[in-house]
């Protein structure tokens, strides 16, 4: 009899045993069902991601650690994502505490060459536009609340609002302050919608422009010196110390990591913020993002909005970006090839590159990568000027 205790015992620990939960009473029956079996639904969701950044080789470097620690949090009974665990251990120290996105950007900004911005900066114009995406999100989430009976209040929209600046890190950031517990849900839409730019922008693209448009050849760069590439960070720095301090977290980060990048005597700094140094980090926030993959958090009506709305952003962010290039175009004697709009969003170098392959397909000798690159990068000052924004607002 003792042992047979005992092997009730062993039992009772075992994964199997634990995987589905004892149904709830005073429920509906899908809620009953995600209840009992929402570890078995996250682990197919897990290794859904997995597949995309292996076999799709979308975005891999985070949507392979997002979808495997999304697996160890489900895991039951093991309590990794609980208190006393790794993860939740490195979750409340580089997210809770908000180191992971800003060693992220400081990554970042050293692997960033703002040279096509500084020789033409208007193009800090296509990346501003490109930040509407943000707010139309915003405001989605809030009339979802009112209308639909979502959940969401004005710091769950802010959060929900930051995906259509197309950056993750920046996401995270103004998740993990304002609505830690959509964290899961935000961070897998950002980094999803990150990684499909080619297949979501060229269609809004096209659908936007003339192909006479699309064949718009633009001038030549010119060259950017030295000093002014040192400067710019630190110009950057200065307007953000006195007009948006909030901002000075992200924005500190990458004018950081792009200065020890460009003023040439930190060879040593710069490699390792490129390559060890964003690895390691890259590996740790895509594990504890991965955390907050459980099944009670993910699985809720608030997550299929949360999706919704992030495809709204990107694809808001995408178009403004576009019209307001065809709009600049009405006053600019030099004309620019509304393309290079969509770059405007925060995805580097991904929407630069989408823009230049969209280009080449109107005219093969239409190349327009470091054009793009210039909204490109203003993309990603302008969404963490945009979060700077959003937690003077709402947090």
Excluded at 242 to 265: E, R, S
């Amino acid at each position: 009899m003792q042992l047979l205790e005992s092997l009730k015992q062993l039992n009772g620990i075992t994964g199997y045993a634990n995987m589905v939960k004892e149904p709830l009473q005073d429920v509906n029956c899908v809620e009953n069902f995600l209840h009992m079996y929402g570890s078995i639904i996250m682990f197919f969701v897990c290794l859904l991601l997995l597949y995309l950044a292996i076999k799709k080789n979308y975005e891999p470097l985070l949507l392979l650690p997002i979808g495997f620690g999304g697996i160890l949090a489900n895991i039951p009974v093991a309590g990794i994502a609980e208190p006393g665990g790794f993860l939740y251990t490195v979750y409340h120290i580089g997210i809770d505490g908000g180191l992971f996105p800003l060693f992220i950007f400081m990554g970042v900004g050293a692997m960033t060459d703002f040279g096509p911005l500084i020789a033409n900066p208007k193009m800090a114009l296509l990346g501003g536009a490109a930040q509407f995406g943000i707010f139309g999100a915003l405001l989605g989430a809030l009339l979802l609340a009112k209308y639909a009976g979502f959940n969401f209040g004005l710091k769950e929209a802010a959060s929900i609002g930051i995906i259509g600046g197309a950056d993750g890190p920046t996401s995270i950031f103004v998740t993990s302050h304002l609505a830690p517990d959509l964290l899961g849900a935000i961070a897998v839409a950002a980094y999803s919608y990150m990684a499909l730019v080619p297949i979501i922008q060229p269609p809004i693209m096209k659908f936007l422009t003339t192909e006479e448009e699309r064949k718009i050849e633009m001038v030549q760069l010119r060259n950017v010196s030295k000093r002014e590439k040192i400067m710019f960070p630190l110009v950057v720095l200065t307007l953000c110390i006195i007009f948006l301090p909030d901002a000075t977290p992200l924005l500190g980060a990458l004018t950081f990591g792009n200065l020890v990048m460009q003023c040439g005597v930190t060879d040593r700094l710069s490699k390792t913020l490129q390559n060890e140094f964003i690895n390691i980090v890259t590996i740790l926030l895509g594990l504890s993002v991965g955390s907050k993959l459980s099944a009670d958090k993910f699985l809720t009506l608030e997550t299929l909005g949360i999706l919704f709305l992030g495809l709204c952003a990107f694809s808001i962010a995408t178009a403004s970006g576009v019209i307001f290039a065809k709009i600049m175009n009405l006053c600019s004697k030099e004309k620019i090839n509304p393309l290079i709009g969509a770059a405007g969003v925060s995805a580097v170098p991904m929407a630069a590159r989408v823009v230049n392959k969209v280009g080449l397909e109107a005219n093969p000798n239409n190349f327009l990568l470091m054009h793009a690159m210039g909204p490109n990068v203003s993309g990603v000052i302008g969404s963490a000027v945009a979060a700077g924004i959003l937690l003077a607002l709402c947090g």
